[in-house]
């Protein structure tokens, strides 16, 4: 428990008598980068609001920097977000609306404002106004807002949407040069999981507003990495012929399945040995899975996908 | 909340609406002075002002030059603020500025880091009382230069008198970018707070408040006019060398507005979410 930055439990969100999030609980690590993959609607960026303040809870609890309940108030200025596109005022510049922000937030640092504008790349704008900026630039600037306070949680609502290719890029190296260098702790919601894949740590699945699943990078490339399936009645029976090989990177998936994720070479003699201990396989094979067809599965098919 | 004061201050400076508003108001308030050096060359100018009295739906401005009374440029003054012609530019722009950080999505930047939601809304008033005075003060300004282009000669009249007059339109001006600030917020919508700070502007409640007033008699007698207490009211009303309790009146009617327009923006903005 004292190793989390951030918990939730059982957060819920209605609107009438639709539930945006229902009871969803996250655990997400000091240092870490949370990826929430889900689709549009799935309720991604009501769960961020209500993190971030923005929003209150119909139900369940927030758990941050170990403050909870009323005491989330004195803690509010360490959680820094841009949530829903960066809210700018598109007729000053990027100094101008960073200052801004560091007026309401007390701070008078000489060459603060300057400082986080080269930190994402935007100190070459001078006084070019922000409704002036490409999309990648006034997302840079969203998140150099975020920045102002020095937050320990950087919240990022879908921050590489609508985004070209090199803007995906700059965008995608802020954060991770902001959670290595600065050791700040992100949480980043997108449907782009491929984008999501290179930087988060940790990802929480989430559909029609229900959290379906919590897991850490390394269990996610194990899920999606290539691997020996074998589909066979009993399963189990077949540790024991594995055992006798050697394997140890197994995995039984379910009452069919099992998944040998090493030593992909030698298929053909492990079909032979299960079956010289009498255990008929109906399939197997090297295979692996795409990360998004993993999601799909998830969240219920392509069809909701 | 000092913070968020100087916050509001910063960005009101640096919008493009604060200096157009402005603008925009000293070009109208010219061209206002310069129509009514037209009125009074008209004939029958004299006419215009047995309605003066009457609340009447629109803006007009109307001065009077006769041999008697000779107009001053504290005549202008009244006829000016009196009409409210100030008060429309003044909420328009308490419309735009009350709602940007809304529409700009910059309150979500913000809107969880403060310890209370309610201190922006304290600096949007604070914010907008600054700009009630800056308007104040460039409208008269502004009133007196073209009073002293198209009236040579012209005299400022009762100095005394109309410093105390400025300063108790000053506080209903500020009221009244309070009530239209707060049903801003409480609305969302530009246009529909516009229209409503036009209609106030020109009035046309005033069919409203007639119908209140009649049954106000029935209940405290003839006397009562409830137009008196309003804001709106008593920017009209408020005669250039008021009584003790005209001025106690109106100061109470502005801060009762101005509380409970704060009361309400305060109430929105903390407990609707962002």
């Known amino acids: 428990m004292k190793d989390y930055l951030l918990t939730t439990n059982d957060l819920t969100k209605r609107y009438g008598h639709q539930k945006a999030v229902d009871r969803v609980s996250v655990h997400i690590k000091k240092g870490a980068v949370y990826g929430l993959i889900g689709r549009n609607g799935a309720g991604k960026t009501t769960f961020l609001r209500m993190v971030a303040g923005l929003a209150k809870p119909t139900g369940g609890e927030i758990v941050l920097f170990g403050c909870r309940g009323k005491e989330l108030e004195n803690i509010r200025t360490r959680v820094g977000c841009l949530i829903e596109g960066p809210g700018l005022y598109p007729g000053m510049s990027a100094l101008e609306n960073l200052r801004t922000k560091c007026i309401l937030l007390g701070i008078h640092k000489k060459g603060y404002e300057e400082e986080l504008l080269s930190l994402v790349g935007l100190s070459h704008t001078g006084r070019k106004k922000a409704g002036r900026f490409s999309l990648g630039m006034r997302q840079r600037l969203g998140i150099a807002l975020a920045l102002v306070g020095e937050p320990d949680l950087l919240i990022l609502d879908e921050p590489v949407n609508g985004l070209d290719p090199q803007g995906i890029v700059e965008v995608r190296e802020t954060i991770q040069r902001l959670n290595q260098e600065r050791n700040i702790t992100i949480l980043i919601s997108s449907h782009i999981l491929e984008e999501l894949s290179k930087i988060a740590t940790d990802y929480g699945i989430i559909d029609h507003g229900s959290l379906i699943q919590e897991i850490s990078r390394e269990e996610l490339m194990e899920r999606c990495s290539e691997r020996i399936e074998i589909a066979m009645e009993h399963p189990e029976r077949a540790i024991p012929v594995l055992d006798r090989m050697g394997f140890k990177r197994y995995q039984m998936a379910d009452k069919e399945h099992i998944y040998i994720f090493e030593r992909l070479e030698e298929s053909a003699a492990l079909n032979m040995e299960l079956a010289k201990a009498g255990l008929p396989v109906r399939s197997i094979g090297v295979t692996s899975e795409e990360l998004e067809n993993y999601f799909i599965q998830l969240v219920g098919g392509e069809q909701n996908a | ?274």
Request: hydrophobic share 50%; with cysteine.
């Open chain 2, 1 to 274: 909340m000092l913070s968020a004061v100087k916050m509001d201050l910063y960005r009101m400076c640096r919008t493009r609406s604060f200096w157009g508003v402005l603008i925009a108001m000293i070009l109208f308030t010219v061209c206002s002075v310069a129509m009514t050096k037209m009125d009074t060359e008209l004939p029958d100018t004299a006419q215009t002002q047995e309605a003066e009295d009457e609340l009447f739906i629109g803006i007009g401005v109307t001065v009077e030059d006769t041999q008697e009374n000779p107009l001053t440029a504290a005549d202008e003054i009244y006829a000016h603020f009196s009409s409210k012609l100030p008060c429309i530019f003044i909420c328009i722009f308490a419309v735009i500025f009350s709602v940007a950080d809304f529409h700009t999505g910059f309150i979500k930047t913000i809107g969880g880091q403060v310890e209370n939601r309610g201190y922006l809304v304290v600096s949007k008033g604070a914010a907008l009382a600054v700009f009630t005075a800056i308007a104040t003060v460039l409208g008269t300004a502004a009133i007196l230069a073209a009073s002293w282009v198209c009236f040579p000669g012209i005299r400022l009249g009762a100095g005394g008198e109309l410093a105390v007059y400025l300063a108790v339109q000053f506080l209903q001006g500020t009221a009244l970018a309070w009530i239209i600030m707060a049903f801003a917020l409480l609305t969302k919508s530009s246009v529909v707070s516009v229209s409503v700070a036009v209609c106030l502007c020109m009035n046309i409640q005033t069919l409203f408040y007639g119908g209140l007033n009649r049954i106000a008699q029935r209940l405290a007698g003839d006397d009562f006019d409830i137009t008196k207490y309003t804001v709106t009211g008593n920017i009209f009303y408020l005669p250039m060398d008021p009584a003790g309790s005209d001025l106690v009146r109106c100061i109470l009617t502005a801060a009762v507005f101005m509380a409970a327009a704060l009361a309400a923006g305060t109430a929105v903005v903390r407990r609707r979410d962002i």
